[in-house]
């Protein structure tokens, strides 16, 4: 019965006030982890609806016996903005807002600014977890700047728990030798 997908899950994708609850729940740390990726806020307005978008498309794929809904839920932001990202890399010139997008109000606009202001203290770490390989990259951010648990980071890489935790000493061992990029609040954690 594990390889079953949560039938609730399914159900809650289907039932517009089940995922709006589901929303709700999810919405906030999800935008929080493309603000940290992206600095457009438009951008992360579009990529924060495409995560939930993606969700309700891919709700059969969700296997509770391998990591909460959150960790599923972050492997699908992880891909979208990973997505986003090659996309603007290879149309680096293009205005590339996605047509039939709602227009931003003013209000929208100003508190999307303010999450991406609010995740500019984290860009210096981000800066210095840039220069990871990429195994080492993507588990040191989902760990010390999203705050997943090792086993939730596990999941949304689709690695195990063990590997997930090598790669994490293996970041931060790299990280802490060449110190002078992080901040002084990393370096005073790490002691």
Request: glycine letters at 4%.
């Amino acid at each position: 019965m594990a390889d079953v997908p949560s039938q609730d899950l399914r159900r809650t994708m289907r039932d517009p006030t089940a995922f709006e609850v589901f929303y709700r729940r999810h919405a906030e740390r999800v935008s929080r982890f493309v603000a940290r990726r992206m600095t457009d806020p438009h951008t992360v307005d579009g990529l924060t609806t495409e995560v939930f978008l993606a969700a309700i498309d891919t709700a059969a794929t969700y296997r509770p016996d391998r990591g909460s809904e959150e960790a599923w839920l972050f492997g699908i932001a992880r891909n979208v903005v990973a997505s986003e990202q090659r996309r603007a890399a290879k149309e680096l010139h293009k205005n590339a807002r996605a047509a039939g997008r709602r227009t931003l109000d003013a209000d929208d606009i100003t508190r999307l600014e303010e999450r991406v202001d609010a995740e500019r203290a984290a860009r210096p770490l981000l800066t210095a977890i840039a220069g990871l390989p990429g195994s080492l990259r993507a588990v040191a951010e989902l760990v010390d700047v999203d705050g997943l648990s090792v086993t939730d980071a596990a999941t949304a890489l689709r690695i195990r728990v063990s590997t997930a935790r090598v790669r994490l000493h293996r970041a931060r061992r790299r990280l802490l030798a060449d110190p002078a990029g992080l901040p002084e609040s990393v370096l005073e954690g790490s002691s």
